[in-house]
């Protein structure tokens, strides 16, 4: 079946850093890809939609300029998180579908980041 | 907006009990309602999905009816294994629009069986 291999699965990084997360589908070609991000027992927030060779569409509250999204290919999206602070510590996950499977949305297995 | 609400976990069973995870969505029109998986170490995995009132998902032993008089979509299963332990998220989605493909999650719950 489809899958999508997103990587690092967890990382540690000082404040001021960036840190970037890459989301790769495998076997299909994923014309969209969706980053959310999860705390601690809440539930997964979407925070952009990235169609491929074009600009993301971010999420209501969601700062463009801190996370940067890059879908430059159809088996590709990048999630770059800038100037990190303690405050964006948390479990990021992608999603991938492929333009003709309907429902069919394939997860990553997501990362956790820790700022410290 | 649209929203999700799960029962609070975490759910602990023993090995062959009944199992029930509650969802209720807030919505205007009918959504399509999901239920995702995930095990330890792994992304979502799609467990059941239905697009319409009244329809019955159903996977590996679980189901969920789409009750559109309670803006409903239970999770069930008759006997729960150890190796469904795992976290359980209820979701929607609209089939097309400004919205298309985007998911909005409950919070998830937390299933541990032992044997």
């Known amino acids: 079946g489809a899958v999508v291999s997103q990587h690092p699965s967890w990382v540690i990084c000082k404040s001021g850093t960036s840190v970037k997360i890459e989301c790769r589908s495998l076997d299909f070609q994923a014309t969209t890809m969706f980053w959310y991000r999860q705390f601690p027992k809440q539930s997964l927030m979407l925070m952009a939609t990235s169609n491929e060779g074009s600009k993301a569409t971010y999420e209501q509250g969601v700062e463009k300029d801190k996370f940067l999204i890059n879908h430059a290919s159809l088996t590709l999206s990048t999630l770059t998180v800038t100037s990190a602070h303690p405050e964006d510590s948390s479990f990021y996950i992608c999603?991938?579908?492929?333009?003709?499977?309907?429902?069919?949305?394939?997860f990553g297995s997501g990362t956790r980041l820790t700022v410290v | 907006g649209d929203s999700v609400t799960q029962m609070e976990g975490p759910v602990t069973l023993s090995e062959e009990a009944f199992l029930t995870i509650n969802c209720t969505y807030t919505a205007t029109g009918y959504p399509s309602l999901f239920w995702y998986v995930q095990y330890p170490g792994e992304g979502l995995q799609l467990l059941l999905k239905?697009?319409?009132?009244?329809d019955k998902g159903s996977n590996k032993g679980f189901e969920a009816t789409y009750r559109k008089e309670t803006t409903s979509f239970h999770l069930e299963k008759g006997s729960v294994q150890v190796s469904d332990s795992a976290v359980y998220f209820c979701a929607l989605n609209w089939p097309g629009g400004t919205s298309y493909g985007k998911l909005t999650f409950g919070q998830g719950t937390i299933l541990t069986v032992h044997p």
């Open positions: 999603s991938a579908r492929e333009s003709d499977r309907g429902y069919g949305y394939t």
């Open positions: 239905a697009t319409k009132a009244d």
